[in-house]
């Protein structure tokens, strides 16, 4: 299994501001994936971020609105720019791991805008 | 589009008794199917996967799901339910990204409750 550490766990956050949320694994991963769920709703992709190129954005999600980094196989950023209190959500990282049909997530940042 | 289905929000049922968690699917080509649980206040944890081989899967927790191309269902059973299986259930599938990658989508999720 993969060992993912996600940070912060949770924050809350004044509206206009941005919060960047980091993800760590304990391997070196080709595949990241960033998602975000409602409470108990469920996950809908926000990104990938495959290192070595430019993040892949889903339908109804930009790059100036959630930038993404990937600097290596390890490590990757997402940050939520200029929130609103429509951004409060819990946001996760998850990885899949060499040919091992799988994902991996991590614990998950639960943000919230006032 | 290619996409997963999950009908129920929340399917009931007692302990000790089969419990069965549908999931339906769209995809184009052969379907990489999963499920997969979350517990409260846990995070997402792999239960099982369909990839090729048999129809009939086996997972953690004493979970099997069943694949059946015809109906183009990935239902998720258990003979015997536990109050510790309560907890939220989703169906994903793996789909070809316009980038040329592999993503992951998710269905709306099922909450199960097993009752004591």
């Known amino acids: 299994s993969a060992v993912i550490s996600q940070k912060p766990s949770r924050d809350i956050c004044q509206r206009g501001t941005s919060l960047t949320i980091q993800c760590q694994v304990d391997?070196?991963?080709?595949?990241m994936f960033w998602y975000r769920q409602q409470p108990g709703q469920s996950l809908t992709l926000i990104a990938t971020?495959?290192?070595?190129?430019?993040?892949?954005?889903e339908s109804g999600f930009v790059i100036d609105k959630f930038p993404i980094s990937r600097p290596n196989l390890t490590f990757s950023t997402l940050t939520v720019s200029n929130m609103s209190p429509e951004d409060s959500s819990i946001y996760l990282c998850?990885?899949?791991?060499?040919?091992?049909?799988?994902?991996?997530f991590g614990s998950g940042t639960q943000l919230s805008v006032l | 589009a290619q996409s997963v289905a999950q009908p129920e929000d929340q399917v009931n049922v007692a302990e000790g008794n089969p419990l069965t968690v549908k999931c339906t699917y769209s995809?184009?080509?052969?379907?990489?199917l999963f499920w997969y649980v979350q517990y409260p206040n846990r995070g997402l944890q792999f239960l099982l996967k369909?990839?090729?081989?048999?129809?009939l899967v086996k997972g953690s927790y004493g979970f099997e799901a069943e694949f059946n191309k015809s109906q183009t269902s990935f239902h998720l059973k258990k003979p015997s339910a536990l109050v510790s299986d309560s907890a939220l259930y989703f169906c994903?599938?793996?789909?070809?990204?316009?980038?040329?990658?592999?993503?992951?989508?998710f269905g709306t999720g099922t909450r199960l409750k097993v009752l004591a």
């Open positions: 998850s990885v899949r791991r060499g040919g091992d049909e799988k994902l991996f």
């Open positions: 391997s070196q991963v080709t595949m």
């Open positions: 971020a495959n290192q070595g190129s430019e993040a892949t954005y």
């Open positions: 995809v184009s080509g052969n379907p990489y």
């Open positions: 369909y990839i090729t081989g048999d129809n």
């Open positions: 994903a599938v793996r789909v070809i990204a316009t980038s040329g990658t592999y993503k992951y989508i």
